[in-house]
């Protein structure tokens, strides 16, 4: 059709805003389901380059030559192989599941359920009162809302911040303050004793909500077989240095990818601190056991959100993820803070791990069977990674022209893994995501063992 063909629009007539939206959103869906061709066909070509390069004369095979030379290479390499072959076939299943992944749909204004918003804070100062603003201003009806913000013994002025936002929403915020820092635990079960929602959000007090959070992360709730929600935590300081870019580009992955995967058979392993929703009956259950919990004679006061889900999915709960409930958290942004918060979530990884190994046996029968699987998988990249990296200090010292390939190969992984990264936010910030992959395995190595050794250990360990 040329241009005199083209009907003449009719003066005064225009498109009605429902065809318009409609339109658009057809247009949108268009161009999505065009992406998810396009990264789909990405990851099985990737996927295909690393098998062929993994067991041909390429880019990995030199490495496994020298190592099957090497005095211990063949006990390194065929644990190695045996892993990779593994971890394909779960990666196959996770990008399948990650592409049927739908968030959940919102509650409206008219049908939000009752609901208190729990934000524990420990020195944590000024920003504490931007997390309760956050909350305070989202869209939802204040008459079915109600916020905790329990101090637990801070020593710098955060209950002044706490108490100026107490004054400023005085029908919304109750402030509470524990007489002495006895743990973030400790600090939400004050909130979880006094709460009349019939959800709770948990939020931790370095973080903000976007505005549609609240009824986002409610709408889950309307299947009785959900006790948890997990939003979307992404950096609210990513711009602050190369420490807080590479983690927000970590922290998409973790959700987006891991999380969706997960909560699609209702079965996500860690619904976070930073923004967790959860079925009030339930917490009210299992909250006695969550506060005495112990591991080795010793009384748990961290990794309280892993701990939780684990009590929640044992009361034959699911455990799901909502991609549009999001929320914004400061993160470190030098290597001994960020060391720290690793340090945190290992031990507790460690803990939960053990734990929900216990308790899978009482989830359904698939939901049983995907998560052992999923989780020895997981698991034995520890020592498959201990025993590379063992290989990479023996080969740099016999023959050290393997080191640029070794290097190389990580670039190859990391890259492979950034496709991910980029269907969810399409950026150039993926670059961080792969200097995160020779960070993490030349700086962070020491971390998880450390974590293994102190798992005992307790405090809050974010300052």
């Known amino acids: 059709m040329n241009v005199l063909d083209m009907p003449l629009p009719v003066i005064g007539e225009e498109p009605l805003p429902a065809q318009e939206e409609s339109n658009t959103q057809a247009r949108q869906q268009n161009s999505r389901d065009y992406w998810d061709w396009v990264f789909c066909l990405a990851i099985v070509g990737g996927l295909a380059f690393l098998i062929f390069a993994s067991f041909h004369d390429s880019l990995f095979r030199p490495v496994w030559l020298a190592a099957e030379h090497h005095r211990w290479g063949k006990l390194m390499v065929r644990p190695s192989v045996l892993w990779m072959t593994m971890g394909a076939s ?30 524990p804070a420990y020195n944590e100062g000024p920003m504490v009162l931007k997390s309760v603003e956050s909350v305070a201003t989202a869209l939802y009806p204040h008459q079915r809302l109600e916020i905790f913000v329990v101090d ?9 911040h706490i108490q100026r936002a107490a004054a400023r929403y005085p029908h919304l915020v109750t402030a509470v303050r524990q007489p002495k820092n006895a743990g973030k635990r400790a600090a939400l079960a004050r909130g979880f004793e006094r709460a009349r929602g019939e959800v709770i959000v948990t939020l931790d007090s370095d973080s903000v909500v976007e505005s549609d959070a609240l009824l986002a992360i409610t709408g889950p709730f309307r299947d009785p077989k959900i006790g948890a929600v997990a939003g979307k935590v992404e950096v609210y300081n990513r711009r602050n240095g190369v420490i807080p870019r590479m983690l927000h580009v970590q922290y998409i992955l973790s959700f987006d990818l891991m999380r969706a995967v997960e909560s699609s058979y ?18 009210r ?14 009384r748990c006061t961290f990794g309280e959100d892993r701990a939780m889900t684990n009590m929640v ?13 999001q929320v914004r958290t400061v993160v470190p942004e030098n290597y001994m803070k960020m060391c720290k918060m690793f340090l945190r979530w290992d031990r507790s990884y460690v803990r939960e791990e053990i734990n929900f190994m216990r308790i899978v046996w009482k989830r359904p029968l698939v ?44 670039g190859v992984v990391s890259l492979f893994n950034m496709i991910y990264y980029l269907r969810s936010e399409p950026s150039k910030d993926f670059l961080y995501g792969v200097l995160y992959g020779y960070f993490s395995f030349f700086l962070m190595f020491w971390i998880f063992p450390y974590a293994v050794l102190t798992v005992r250990a307790k405090g809050w360990l974010t300052r």
Do not use: H, K
């Not at 209702?266 to 917490?283: D, K, M, N, Q």
């Open 313 to 325: 999915l044992a009361q034959g709960y699911d455990t799901v993820y909502q991609r549009t409930a």
């Open 285 to 298: 259950r299992v909250l006695p056991a969550w506060m005495q919990q112990t591991f080795l004679g010793s």
């Open 152 to 160: 637990d013994g801070s020593t710098d002025d955060t209950w002044v």
């Open 367 to 410: 939901p049983r069977i995907i998560s052992v699987w999923e989780r020895i998988t997981s698991n034995l990249r520890y020592p498959v990674n201990y025993l590379t990296l063992i290989l990479v200090g023996s080969l740099a010292y016999t023959r050290p022209g393997m080191i640029p390939r070794l290097l190389l190969a990580i």
């Open 90 to 119: 779960l990666l196959v299943f996770r990008t399948i599941f990650w592409f049927r992944y739908r968030p959940f749909a919102a509650a409206t204004m008219e049908e939000a359920p009752q609901l208190t918003v729990i934000i």
């Open 266 to 283: 209702g079965t996500v392993y860690c619904c976070p601190g930073a923004l967790t929703a959860y079925r009030t009956s339930v917490v």
